[in-house]
């Protein structure tokens, strides 16, 4: 793909370039990531009773990157691995 992008046209394009699109970009990301972390704690409570956000987001965040680097999703077998499967109880 590269080498059918010419310097111009990649000149042209971060022309456009702002921080506050950026900013706005990066804060949406942030917020689809805190609500599927919502979303991956809220099914694993039936499973494993009450497992803490930050577990359930990391598990998340963690196969989700695994995606991108091992071929078949096989980012959906180290969910299982990831601490938010786990169960982890909040002290009360």
Same mark, same amino acid.
């Given at each position: 793909?590269?080498? +059918?992008? #010419?310097? +111009?046209?990649?000149?042209?394009? !971060?022309?456009?370039?702002?921080? &506050? @699109?950026?900013?706005? =970009?990066? =804060?949406?990301?942030?917020? #689809?990531? !805190?609500?599927? &972390? !919502?979303?991956? +704690?809220?099914? /694993?409570? %039936?499973?494993k009773g009450d497992p803490r956000f930050a577990? =359930? /987001? #990391?598990g998340y965040i963690i196969s989700t990157s695994m995606n991108n680097? /091992? %071929?078949? @999703?096989?980012?959906?077998?180290?969910? @299982?691995?990831? %601490? &938010?499967?786990? &169960?982890? @109880?909040?002290?009360?």
């Open positions: 793909m590269l080498k +059918q992008t #010419s310097l +111009q046209e990649v000149r042209g394009a !971060l022309r456009g370039f702002t921080i &506050g @699109r950026l900013l706005v =970009a990066l =804060a949406i990301l942030l917020a #689809s990531y !805190l609500v599927r &972390g !919502l979303l991956w +704690q809220t099914m /694993l409570k %039936p499973l577990n =359930a /987001l #990391s680097f /091992l %071929p078949f @999703r096989l980012g959906k077998l180290a969910r @299982r691995l990831c %601490p &938010g499967d786990r &169960g982890d @109880r909040r002290r009360r």
